[in-house]
């Protein structure tokens, strides 16, 4: 794997009508680009993933598995407003020579693939045959889709919408709630706002799981039990794990890149939007996901043209994209494998 930086030098327009003084991508790269550009997946992903899909997401990715660098040339670039390498609220401001924190604009998904989209230019690919997300990062495969429909051959969205609900606004909100609680947010400060996020990594399990899963993982030790719950101690670890690894800054803007969420905005309408893709298209669905229930998938399986609808049976609620890669493995590799016959009876 190779780490590389890209840097946009340029005025970036955002579409909220603010703007960048130029940015910085972080990007990794396995494997080896073909001839013709044929092999080339590109992973996104969700949010507070980075740049390297073998760390999040080592049973889709890596050697030996479905996405093989052996096979294939995989990129994937750590979106805007992140903070793993890319530019974010911790980054200075070349305006003022300061961090900027609160300062940091507005951005959407439509910004995060417009800067792609200009790294995919500076790499000089003409053609993607995979691209592929869940959640977050299908939000902006979706987004690409539709922004360049001759790019992509092929569209893998899982666990993702055409628009954020207002039960995942909700959801988003109450988290940012939480960090504002924190008496240290108002603060211009790398840690600002981290017991805040921190309790608001534990609202927003509540919705990457389910009743169910808690059930299952987090029972109780024996019914004479009064305090020292599992279920309270993992809200408490999973808060102190992303502390270690996140700012409450970067939360923030990216929870309010997925609310900006609506393929439909300034484009006459949703269903219009998604009838614009060329790619063929794939959406997976997670049986117990209750903050992007299936329901969102099959209206994009519906809408978009040449797409198919397949589900995952999952303890795990929306956490199943990233932890049920065998059945995920099993239903791109028999979808991919249908167009294969296919090209080759029109070859004949």
Excluded at 60 to 69: E, F, L, N
Excluded at 221 to 250: I, M
Aim: hydrophobic share 35%.
């Amino acid at each position: 794997m190779e780490t590389r930086f890209f840097d946009y030098k340029y005025t970036f327009p955002l579409e909220s009508g603010s703007s960048l003084s130029g940015f910085r991508l972080c990007y990794t790269t396995r494997g080896v680009l073909n001839s013709d550009q044929s092999n080339v997946v590109w992973v996104c992903h969700a949010l507070t993933g980075s740049a390297d899909p073998g760390d999040w997401w080592d049973g889709m990715v890596g050697p030996g598995k479905y996405y093989d660098p052996e096979h294939y040339f995989i990129v994937c670039a750590n979106v805007l407003g992140s903070c793993y390498g890319t530019t974010g609220p911790l980054s200075v401001n070349p305006k003022t020579g300061r961090p900027y924190y609160h300062t940091f604009p507005q951005v959407t998904i439509r910004d995060m693939v417009g800067a792609m989209d200009l790294l995919r230019q500076e790499l000089g690919i003409e053609q993607i045959h995979t691209c592929i997300g869940g959640s977050l990062g299908g939000q902006q495969a979706l987004e690409w889709g539709i922004q360049q429909p001759g790019i992509i051959r092929n569209l893998i969205l899982i666990a993702a919408n055409a628009v954020m609900s207002p039960w995942g606004i909700a959801f988003n909100e109450a988290q940012r709630m939480a960090i504002q609680a924190d008496a240290s947010w108002t603060e211009s400060r790398d840690d600002a706002g981290s017991a805040g996020m921190k309790a608001a990594r534990a609202v927003a399990l509540l919705s990457y799981r389910n009743y169910d899963t808690y059930g299952f993982t987090q029972a109780l030790d024996h019914n004479e039990q009064l305090d020292d719950y599992k279920a309270s101690s993992y809200q408490q670890y999973q808060g102190e794990k992303l502390v270690k690894r996140f700012n409450a800054f970067t939360y923030w803007i990216l929870s309010k890149v997925m609310d900006s969420h609506n393929v439909g905005r300034n484009r006459g309408s949703i269903i219009r939007a998604l009838e614009q893709i060329k790619a063929r298209t794939l959406a997976v669905g997670i049986r117990s996901d209750i903050l992007f229930p299936p329901s969102e998938q099959q209206f994009l399986a519906r809408h978009i043209p040449d797409a198919r609808y397949e589900e995952i049976d999952s303890l795990y609620g929306h956490d199943g994209f990233l932890i049920e890669t065998k059945p995920l493995t099993q239903i791109i590799r028999r979808w991919m494998e249908e167009r294969a016959p296919m090209l080759t009876a029109r070859a004949e």
